[in-house]
């Protein structure tokens, strides 16, 4: 097994330990640790798919006692720093100055709502038919 599968294997069994955790708590106290069980996931998420790990940081990561504790660890206290909020708000609020276009479902939906179309004139060629 190489290191990258190590590491996987390592945080699939982390993420195991942490959902049987889950599964015995109250909904309530699941909804307190929801920023938490997002880190885990997403940290879980990112080490399966492998993407931009250098083989160095890999080995780093095993040396750790729970490489996906620590990667969620440090990824939620990102997450905990409110200061970007305000650029994804700004963000969102500029979306509502588009132009919104309805899907072409909710356009023959709107057509079929306004009425029967008007047949139209009949060519003499069809009249000939």
Partial sequence: MDNYEQLFARAGSSLKKHRATWLAQTPEALIGQAKEIA???D???YLA???GIDPEDVDYLLTLEDPLQAAAD???KRLDDLSDFSFALDELCRCRSAP???SVLAQLQEK???GPSKPHATTKEQ???
Avoid: P, S, T, V
């Fill in 39 to 41: 880190a885990l996931q």
């Fill in 43 to 45: 940290a879980h998420e």
């Fill in 49 to 51: 798919q492998g993407r």
């Fill in 74 to 76: 440090h990824w939620l």
């Fill in 100 to 102: 919104i276009r309805k």
């Fill in 112 to 114: 079929g709502a306004a």
């Fill in 127 to 129: 009249e000939a038919r």
